[in-house]
């Protein structure tokens, strides 16, 4: 009995003996030939897409020990607008956005968050809006769920149905998966809210998020309760 229990195991294992990126977040089965090779494709593209060369101007707005913070704006050379829109690529991919457009692309403004091995390990992209809905807080009826579950059934979020005045809307914040937990989005964030609108600083309150997936959503909570 225990042997063929055993067996019914190992052979799930095989079906489904999938292995996650730890960088570019692939998953694909390590012992498929194919999908290696798939795996190897999409992990230079990865790289390549947050790797940055230096430019020879550029918008530095923070400056930090293990890094700098570069604003990108829609007018900036070709060069510059296309690393931008790479790096979107990349986080678009990651947060399962399919084309989806800027609200008002030629006021986004894309901050790009560069480490010491010049790598872009965070993007924020904020947008100015005039008003927005809050999320409602949900009872924490889904506990047992996993991530995969929840993002499934929860992408939707509850949203009040009272207008609520904020000016600047975070339409995508990622962070690179290997440096996530050391404050870049909060640095980010910060900065954002000191050089969005000339001559004022943003309180937490004028920041609005769209969309937020569980990560955000955890994140935007702390952050914006701190
Ligand atoms: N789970 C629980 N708490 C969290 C999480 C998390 N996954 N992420 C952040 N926090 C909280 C913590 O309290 C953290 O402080 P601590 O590390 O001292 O405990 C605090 O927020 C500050 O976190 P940061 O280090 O500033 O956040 P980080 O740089 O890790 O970036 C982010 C957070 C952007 C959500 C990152 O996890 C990420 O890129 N995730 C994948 C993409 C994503 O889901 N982005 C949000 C999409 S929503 C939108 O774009 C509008
Ligand atoms: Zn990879």
């Not at 225990?2 to 977040?25: E, M, N, R, V, Y």
């Not at 999908?35 to 707005?61: A, M, P």
């Not at 790096?87 to 030629?106: A, C, I, K, Y």
């Not at 409602?136 to 939707?156: C, G, I, S, V």
Request: proline content about 4%.
């Amino acid at each position: 009995k225990q042997d063929s229990d055993q067996l019914i195991i190992d052979a799930g294992q095989k079906q489904f003996g999938a292995t996650t990126c730890s960088s570019c977040g692939m998953i694909y089965s390590a012992d498929n030939p194919e999908d290696n090779f798939q795996h190897t494709q999409f992990h230079q593209r990865f790289l390549d897409s947050i790797k940055y060369v230096g430019w020879k101007k550029e918008r530095v707005v923070a400056e930090f020990w293990d890094g700098k913070i570069l604003l990108v704006l829609p007018d900036d050379p070709k060069y510059v607008t296309k690393k931008a829109e790479d790096v979107r690529h990349v986080v678009d991919n990651e947060l399962g956005f399919q084309q989806v457009t800027l609200s008002r692309p030629t006021q986004a403004k894309t901050y790009l968050f560069i480490n010491s091995d010049r790598l872009v390990v965070g993007c924020v992209i904020a947008e100015p809006i005039r008003q927005a809905y809050r999320v409602l807080e949900q009872p924490d009826q889904n506990k047992d769920m996993t991530k995969d579950d929840f993002m499934e059934r929860h992408r939707a979020w509850c949203c009040s149905t009272v207008p609520e005045q904020a000016l600047c809307g975070i339409s995508r914040i990622w962070v690179f998966s290997l440096a996530r937990r050391q404050g870049v989005a909060s640095r980010m964030l910060d900065t954002v809210r000191s050089t969005f609108m000339y001559g004022c600083y943003l309180t937490k309150e004028e920041l609005a998020f769209s969309d937020p997936t569980p990560d955000g959503k955890l994140f935007a909570t702390k952050y914006c309760d701190t």
